[in-house]
């Protein structure tokens, strides 16, 4: 979003609403518009723009669909005068799906689904250790 403004030339300050989306949410984050809009201003200001967080862990068509519709309830709060500026966008966390085990059994999960013969599965499997299958926990 900073390169985005500085790009642009707009104002954070003018920015109304911040709608972001995801096909799959990271826990750790709830709510990824709101990460996006907690760029600062100046020290200790935030953007105090609406923030809006889609999830949709559906099809790729769907999600599309979605995304669609929501640009045109950004276009439609425009038109209406309800707004000046929003900024649109989403994220991918599919390259690192969010496997709540130890980062050791995540490696060894995915090692293992492109392991290609019998021999290096097994050698992957046996590898495995019962501390592998402690989950991570978020405060």
Do not use: W
């Amino acid at each position: 979003l900073r390169g985005l403004l500085t790009r642009t030339s707009v104002p954070r300050d003018v920015v109304d609403y911040i709608v972001y989306g995801t096909v799959i949410q990271e826990v750790k984050t709830s709510n990824v518009a709101r990460e996006v809009g907690s760029v600062r201003r100046s020290p200790g200001n935030l953007i105090s723009a609406t923030a809006l967080k889609m999830t949709n862990p559906c099809s790729k068509m769907i999600s599309h669909y979605y995304c669609l519709v929501l640009l045109q309830l950004l276009v439609g709060m425009i038109a209406a005068g309800q707004c000046d500026v929003v900024v649109a966008g989403g994220v991918e966390l599919m390259s690192d799906v969010p496997i709540r085990h130890s980062r050791k059994m995540r490696k060894t999960m995915l090692t293992l689904n492109r392991a290609k013969t019998l021999g290096q599965k097994l050698s992957l499997i046996s590898k495995i250790r019962p501390d592998y299958f402690a989950p991570e926990v978020f405060f």
